[in-house]
């Protein structure tokens, strides 16, 4: 069975740095795409970054320069490096993964999801 557990999200000061985690368990984590999105309270989850298997990435305009993914294939965990967090990043944020290596930023090219963590960035 898979899933997807997210971890360190909290409240932190506008410019600080935080970097979240994904757990992925079900064996299928080295062989996927994996993605972060973020929703904000009153809008649609929206793409923020995206790593293939291979190590490809690609970021959103909004984050690009300041958030790094990455991922360790041999803990199978996702990460999300955050750093010159403003109040606008201020969301929940969730791991998606993508078994069919679409590497698309919809989220209906996601075919599993974490439960989420909240970042609030206070100005």
């Known amino acids: 069975q898979v899933q997807l557990v997210e971890s360190g999200g909290r409240l932190v000061q506008a410019g600080d740095s935080l970097r979240l985690s994904c757990a992925v368990s079900g064996g299928i984590f080295t062989s996927s795409h994996m993605a972060w999105f973020r929703q904000a309270p009153g809008k649609e989850r929206a793409f923020v970054a995206s790593?293939?298997?291979?190590?490809?990435?690609d970021y959103s305009d909004s984050v690009k320069g300041r958030f790094t993914i990455s991922r360790d294939n041999a803990k199978g965990t996702l990460y999300l490096q955050m750093n010159s967090l403003e109040p606008e990043d201020t969301a929940v944020y969730y791991c998606a993964l993508d078994l069919y290596s679409r590497m698309g930023a919809s989220i209906f090219e996601y075919d599993y999801w974490g439960q989420g963590t909240q970042v609030t960035v206070s100005s």
């Open positions: 790593i293939s298997w291979d190590l490809n990435t």
